[in-house]
């Protein structure tokens, strides 16, 4: 396959660039930074990954690169872990509904059309609950700013429905658990031996590792099968004390000194709403599809990412 991948640098992204090409495919990941593209994807390591400078907001020259590739990947948004100034609000907004809107415009215009879109979207759609289960079929509890953003991100990608032969699969992501992202600043209190429950503990950790995230996105490409909104998260969500537990765990690190509210905030921003508020997500159509898990326990997936470290 010809695969377009846009925020292929990020965390997720540079996982799923690398499992592309070591199954034989030819990649085009679309970035602002071009030098920070190639210095991430060395030609001489990666042969099959093509840069495409692009303007994400904005129509351009770069729309024509999506014509005769056979899936495109939207993963791009400006970062959830800083502060929410109304500036970068703009910005976390804008980076996903108008550049989800510009790339359906591409595909829309190209001369032969890509047979799927896999654009993301993420489990903040729902609102944060101690209390609910959500599943694909849930609606959002509440409408929090999270929740505002993925909605307007998804639906800018369901515009794509109105083009013929074009297949769409939005996997709602959890938190994302691997050698970077939020986790990797997480890890500082428990390095101190100063880590604990976040927060009350209470709040839901709903997580997938991200080699198993790469794996559905993979799966998503190639299985025609799979249409429509997917959980991407692991099968068995936690409270986050346990989650802080099993960290403790594979760190050989006590975990029995809660970390305050204000300590995840100064680490995470703004973002840190993201673990101090949470909501209990399963993967209800993964599951029922037969999706395999390679880390399918928050033990697993943390004793994973320490040993990575």
């Not at 970035?31 to 093509?50: C, E, G, N, W, Y």
Request: charge should be negative.
């Amino acid at each position: 396959m010809k695969v377009a991948v846009t925020g292929g640098t990020g965390f997720v992204g540079s996982g799923l660039v690398k499992a592309l090409q070591a199954a034989g495919h030819e990649v085009l990941v679309f970035s602002r930074d071009a030098a920070k593209a190639r210095r991430i994807f060395p030609a001489a390591t990666f042969p099959q990954v093509t840069t495409v400078t692009y303007t994400p907001q904005t129509s351009g020259d770069w729309q024509a690169a999506i014509s005769g590739c056979d899936g495109v990947v939207n993963l791009a948004g400006a970062p959830i872990s800083e502060r929410w100034t109304a500036a970068h609000k703009r910005a976390m907004m804008d980076s996903r509904k108008v550049g989800t809107e510009k790339l359906v415009e591409a595909i829309a215009q190209a001369e032969v059309k890509p047979k799927v879109l896999v654009s993301a979207s993420a489990i903040g759609y729902y609102g944060t609950s101690e209390t609910a289960t959500f599943d694909e079929s849930s609606d959002p509890v509440k409408s929090d700013f999270l929740s505002q953003i993925c909605q307007a991100w998804e639906a800018a990608a369901l515009q794509v429905q109105d083009i013929e032969g074009v297949r769409l699969v939005i996997p709602r992501i959890g938190i994302v658990l691997g050698d970077g992202g939020a986790l990797e600043r997480m890890l500082t209190p428990f390095r101190l031996f100063a880590g604990g429950p976040i927060g009350s503990g209470k709040q839901w950790f709903s997580w997938i590792h991200r080699d198993d995230l790469v794996a559905v996105l993979m799966r998503a490409l190639t299985d025609e099968s799979m249409s429509g909104v997917y959980n991407a998260t692991a099968p068995n969500p936690v409270r986050m004390a346990q989650a802080c537990e099993a960290l403790g765990q594979a760190l050989n690190r006590p975990s029995w000194l809660p970390v305050p509210d204000f300590v995840i905030e100064a680490l995470l921003g703004d973002g840190a709403v993201v673990v101090l508020e949470g909501q209990q997500v399963l993967p209800k159509h993964l599951y029922a599809e037969g999706f395999e898990y390679q880390y399918p326990t928050v033990g697993q997936a943390m004793q994973a990412v320490v040993n990575a470290l």
